[in-house]
Structure formats: C-alpha cells, structure tokens
T-cell receptor, first 116, second 112 residues
Framework: GAVVSQHPSRVICKSGTSVKIECRSL??????MFWYRQFPKQSLMLMAT?????????EQGVEKDKFLINHASLTLSTLTVTSAHPEDSSFYIC????????????FGQGTRLTVV | KQEVTQIPAALSVPEGENLVLNCSFT??????LQWFRQDPGKGLTSLLL?????REQTSGRLNASLDKSSGRSTLYIAASQPGDSATYLC???????????FGTGTQLKVEL
C-alpha cells in the first residue's frame, strides 16, 4: 500500500507556543489530505480537509485560526497548532488517498501532542 | 449525519478462539468500508477494504463482510493470537474522496 509519513511522532510544548506537524505522502501524490484528532479512549474525529493549492475545509466546531493547515505541494500538508493550550493535548493523525479511483485511505503514524 | 457504532466496545478472549467484531452504520449510501487496527499510542494499519459492490474480503486469518442494505459489517478473526490484541476500528467512506467516518472501536485482548 501507499506510505504516509507523519512527523514528529511525539511533541511536548509549553502553553502559548505553536507546534507544526508534517504529513507526507512518500510514494504517491495526494491532492487531498485529511487531519483527524483522537482523544483518549475515543475514536477519530475529522478536523479538516487539506486541499493542495487552496484553503482547507474545516469541520464544524474546529477553529480555523487555531489549527492552521497548509498544503503547499502534492506530497506535503502541515498542521500548525497555534497558541497551544493544555486542552489541545491529543493524538493528531493525517491520512491521504489516491482519490476516488482507489478509495483506500492510508494513515500516518500519528503525533502525540502534550501541552504543559 | 452518518453514525458508525461498533459492538462490543471491549472483548477479552483466550488464544485460539475465533471471534467476530461488529460495525453498524446509519446511512447505507457508502462508497466503501475499511477496517483498521490501532495499537496503543500508534497510528492506523489498514486491514481490509470492502467496496460497496462487494460482499466480503479476506486477508489471511481475517475476513470482513459487508451488508450495505442493512448497514452492517463484521470482521471475523480466526484462531486469535496474543499479537492480535489491539483496538479495531471500522470506517465508512461516504463519497469516495477518502474522507472517513470512524466507528467507536472495539478493544480486543487475546490472552495466553
């Protein structure tokens, strides 16, 4: 299957600082990538759809000014958590697919963010 | 709004047992359904993908079935092993664009 790489796998930051998470499709081009969030013992919730060359589409209730998404190329999307607070501590995971033709989604390894 | 539910939420079985995990979804208009495995603190590993036109898919000891009209899918694990211990998630793809709605997950523990 296709490979999606996410970095870093774990980050601890101080409250008020910003953290950038990268998601790369290593062996295919992804015009669309997705960012999910997972709280402990809960399932994954879609945060936003990252569109190459255009603005991201955010799900209801997700603050676009807090979670900045940039999809500058066909293989890279970044999620920046701005002015992080302890309640932003969570597991963030990205996914990408090769589009409707293939239909299968591939996920990165995830990033455990802890805000202290 | 699509809702995906998995039963049971947690399951503990002895090694060697065959088991079935259940997934139900409220809107039958799906493009495909995917089963994933998630180890603690890790990302997702794709196990099986079933297109909406298919009834089942098999990979090794795993077999997934799909009954789209009734909004149900099952994941069958044969001869379970301790290494199968993980959380299993099903996810539906409503429109073919890889955007998924996830189920609540089943936490499986296979004991020696």
């Amino acid at each position: 299957g296709a490979v999606v790489s996410q970095h870093p796998s774990r980050v601890i930051c101080k409250s008020g600082t910003s953290v950038k998470i990268e998601c790369r499709s290593l062996d295919f081009q992804a015009t669309t990538m997705f960012w999910y969030r997972q709280f402990p013992k809960q399932s994954l919730m879609l945060m936003a759809t990252s569109n190459e060359g255009s603005k991201a589409t955010y799900e209801q209730g997700v603050e676009k000014d807090k979670f900045l998404i940039n999809h500058a190329s066909l293989t890279l999307s970044t999620l920046t958590v701005t002015s992080a607070h302890p309640e932003d501590s969570s597991f963030y995971i990205c996914s990408a697919g090769q589009g409707a033709r293939f239909g299968e989604a591939f996920f990165g390894q995830g990033t455990r963010l802890t805000v202290v | 709004k699509q809702e995906v539910t998995q039963i049971p939420a947690a399951l503990s079985v002895p090694e060697g047992e065959n088991l079935v995990l259940n997934c139900s979804f409220t809107d039958s208009a799906i493009y495909n359904l995917q089963w994933f495995r998630q180890d603690p603190g890790k990302g997702l590993t794709s196990l099986l993908l079933i297109q909406s036109s298919q009834r089942e898919q098999t990979s090794g000891r795993l077999n997934a079935s799909l009954d789209k009209s009734s909004g149900r899918s099952t994941l069958y694990i044969a001869a379970s092993q301790p290494g199968d211990s993980a959380t299993y998630l099903c996810a539906v793809n409503p429109g073919g664009g890889n955007k998924l709605t996830f189920g609540t997950g089943t936490q499986l523990k296979v004991e020696l």
